[in-house]
C-alpha cells in the first residue's frame, strides 16, 4: 500500500471521459444521463449529472428533476474505504440532525459506493449524490450576516458530531489536514519566489513550535475540515439578502481539532471579503462558531499559527497540483490571488492586535 498522504510527483487524479462517466452512470445506479458538467475539484473529478426520467435501480425509485454528483474519488484516498464509510455514515447522521447536506445514494447493489478500476490501472472508489438545488457563496459580496452565519454552521456541525465515533476516522490522513502541515516542507520547492517560499518556511516552523507541539492542550472531535465559500450553500429569503441553508462535502472530514475548523472557515471568508474589511469579516465568523460551539482560550490562543498554516497549505497545494495538472490552474490557483497578501497581512500583525479585532466582533 502506498503512503497515507499525498507525496510529491504521485499522479491520483482520476483520468475518465465523459462516456466513461456515462457508463458508469448506468452500470452502478442505473440512470440514463442525459448531459453533464464538470464541477471544481483538486485531486477528485465531480460530475453533475442531468438523467432521463426512468430507473431500473429499485433503490432510487423516484428520480429527481435537479440530477446528480457523481463523485470519483482520487487513487490514493480510494485506498482507504473505511474512511470513506465514515464519510457516510457521518453524513447520513447529519442529515437526520437536519443538516442540509446532499446524502449518498444506493446503487443497484445496494452499496453506497463501489470501487471501479479506471485508465492507468488505478482504482477509484465511485458515489452518486443527491444534486441540491441553489447556489454556493462563491462569488457573493459578503455581509457580516453572511460571515457570522457561516461560523454558525460550523459550530452546528462541529456539535452535532461532537458525541459521534467511527473507526474509520482513526488513522485516515491527507494531505490537506492541518496535521499534515510539517509534510508541506517537502513541496517548497515548487514555490520559484525565495520570499515566499522563506516565508512559507518560517509559517510551517512556528507551527510546529506553537500548534503541533502543544496538540495535548487541544480539543479534539470530527470535523468537517474544509468549509469554504466552495462548499456552503446559501438562498436568497424574502429580505433579499443572501442566507447560509446547507453544506457540501465531507471529503476531509477528520477526527482532528477544532481550532483547525474554525480557522479554516475563517480563513475563506477573509479572502473573499470584498465588503467588509477581512480581518472584521474573519471576527464575525469566529463569533457566529463560538455563539454554536465554544472552545477552551489555550485553542483560541494559537488561532493566528493555524489560519496562517491553512493559507501556506492552500498557497502550496495549488502550485503543486498546477505543475501537475496544468489543464486545472483556474480553480487549483484561486487562493493564490488574494493569498500571498492576505498571509502576509495576518503573519505581521501581532497575535495580541488581532485578537482585539476578534474580540469586537465576538
Given amino acids: 500500500m502506498s503512503s497515507t498522504v499525498l507525496t510529491p510527483g504521485n499522479i491520483v487524479r482520476p483520468e475518465i471521459d465523459q462516456q466513461k462517466v456515462t457508463q458508469l452512470v448506468w452500470s452502478l445506479y442505473g440512470l440514463h444521463v442525459l448531459h453533464m458538467t464538470e464541477l471544481n475539484s483538486y485531486d477528485d473529478r465531480n460530475f453533475h449529472v442531468q438523467v432521463t426520467r426512468e430507473s431500473v435501480n429499485p433503490n432510487i425509485q423516484s428520480v429527481s428533476s435537479d440530477g446528480y454528483v457523481l463523485k470519483i474519488l482520487n487513487s490514493l484516498d480510494s485506498e482507504f474505504g473505511d474512511a470513506i464509510e465514515a464519510q457516510n455514515v457521518l453524513i447520513y447522521r447529519l442529515a437526520n440532525k437536519e443538516i442540509n447536506t446532499p446524502k449518498p445514494l444506493k446503487g443497484l447493489d445496494g452499496k453506497l459506493m463501489s470501487t471501479e478500476t479506471l485508465a492507468g490501472g488505478r482504482h477509484h472508489i465511485v458515489r452518486l449524490f443527491e444534486y441540491l438545488p441553489g447556489r454556493i457563496l462563491a462569488g457573493l459580496s459578503y455581509t457580516k450576516d453572511i460571515a457570522f452565519e457561516v461560523g454558525q454552521l460550523t459550530g452546528e456541525l462541529d456539535q452535532c458530531c461532537c458525541d459521534f465515533q467511527h473507526a474509520g476516522f482513526d488513522n485516515h490522513k491527507r494531505i490537506w489536514s492541518l ?44 470535523i468537517h475540515g474544509d468549509v469554504n465559500e466552495q462548499n456552503i450553500l446559501v438562498q436568497r429569503n424574502d429580505d433579499d439578502d443572501y442566507h447560509v441553508t446547507g453544506i457540501l462535502d465531507f471529503g476531509d472530514a477528520a477526527y482532528s481539532y477544532y481550532i483547525f475548523e474554525v480557522a479554516i ?26 455563539a454554536k460551539f465554544p472552545i477552551p482560550e489555550a485553542d483560541l490562543n494559537v488561532l493566528k499559527e493555524c489560519i496562517c ?7 502550496i497545494m495549488g502550485i503543486y497540483s498546477t505543475a501537475m495538472h496544468p489543464e486545472n ?32 466582533c465576538v
Wanted: aromatic share 10%; net charge neutral; hydrophobic share 45%.
Fill in 179 to 222: 496535521t499534515e502541515v510539517p509534510k508541506l516542507l517537502e513541496f517548497l520547492s515548487y514555490i520559484e519566489d525565495t520570499e515566499l517560499k522563506n516565508l512559507a518556511g518560517e509559517v510551517i516552523d512556528v507551527f510546529v513550535k506553537n500548534v503541533v507541539q502543544n496538540y495535548s492542550s487541544l480539543k479534539k472531535g470530527i
Fill in 265 to 290: 472557515a475563517m480563513v475563506y471568508i477573509m479572502l473573499e471579503s470584498d465588503i467588509l474589511d477581512p480581518i472584521v469579516a474573519g471576527g464575525y465568523t469566529l463569533a457566529g462558531f463560538l
Fill in 309 to 315: 498554516a491553512r493559507l501556506v497549505q492552500s498557497l
Fill in 329 to 360: 490552474s483556474e480553480y487549483v490557483l484561486k487562493t493564490s490571488k488574494k493569498g500571498w497578501n492576505m498571509l502576509k497581512l495576518i503573519w505581521n500583525k501581532p497575535a495580541t492586535e488581532l485578537k482585539e479585532t476578534w474580540n469586537k
